[in-house]
């Protein structure tokens, strides 16, 4: 779906959508999809939410991490 008409309904659509570009130009991996939300009341609704994973770079830094 586009992402537009994913957040057709929403009050704020157009900073969702700015935001939403953003967030994915940024992380490559995310993408935009649609999915049913509960709330506490037990009522649900449709919501865009973004899926994907965030790289995190490690490198060890102790050589000896396991010496007495």
Do not use: H
Not at 38 to 48: A, H, I, K, Q
Request: charged share 25%; aromatic share 12%; glycine share 4%.
């Amino acid at each position: 779906l586009q992402l537009k008409k994913m957040v057709s309904k929403y009050k704020y659509r157009d900073l969702t959508v700015r935001e939403t570009v953003n967030v994915i130009t940024l992380y490559k991996d995310f993408r935009p999809v649609l999915d049913s939300y509960v709330f506490n009341d037990g009522s649900s609704r449709e919501l865009m939410n973004l899926t994907g994973t965030i790289s995190v770079g490690y490198r060890a830094s102790c050589d000896r991490c396991w010496s007495q």
